[in-house]
């Protein structure tokens, strides 16, 4: 079922932008670009004092939108992130207190896994649709074709290092069912309000 979730999600989009938003004019202003550009699912990271309130804002004003909570690391915030109104929650790694609360509950989640072993650990608690991170610190394209051969049944989203001119590689392997990335929304252009720009970006990652 949680499985079935998370590719429901994801079968029409392959990139999904990863935002740390600070402020509400700033998180409406980017998610309406962003969708213009063709993407209507979203990672709202936690790693802002905003990031919860962003996604009650955003779920609020722009209903269509399906928002993930990410850098999710504590039940505690596994917990907010559902209050918030998140539609699915990513994790950059994962305790066996997280996964527990997560297979215990009904949101679809993607526990973060750097390591063979973490991924079996996932899977002891019935998750195979992983966040894999840092995607090119630990071997990228090279790593997922290698862990693909013992582990077939598991697909991942790869974040950390990834942009447009990496993601194509990543979308090719038929273990990776998206990538994630901050390239879509650079700091300099959100803060020159540069949403044209930021639309231009996010058609050409809608496009891969």
Known sequence: ?????????????????????????????????????????????????????????????????IIGAGTVTTPDQFESAIKAG??????????????????????PTIPGVSTPGEAMLAMDFGFNRLKLFPAETIGGVNFLRAINGPFPELKFCATGG????????????????CVGGSWLTPNKLVELEKWKDIELLAIEASNL
């Open 1 to 65: 079922m949680m499985t079935k979730k998370i590719d429901d999600i994801f079968k029409n989009t392959s990139v999904i932008p990863i935002l740390s938003i600070n402020s509400l004019a700033d998180s409406i202003s980017i998610a309406k670009t962003l969708m213009n550009g063709g993407l209507n699912v979203l990672e709202v990271t936690l790693r802002t004092d905003y990031g919860l309130q962003a996604i009650k804002e955003l779920k609020s004003s722009i209903p269509e939108l």
């Open 86 to 107: 998140a539609d699915f929650i990513v994790s950059p790694g994962h305790t066996r207190e997280l996964l527990k609360v997560a297979s215990e509950g009904n949101i």
């Open 162 to 177: 990834i942009t447009i001119d990496n993601a194509s590689q990543y979308l090719s392997l038929s273990n990776v069912f």
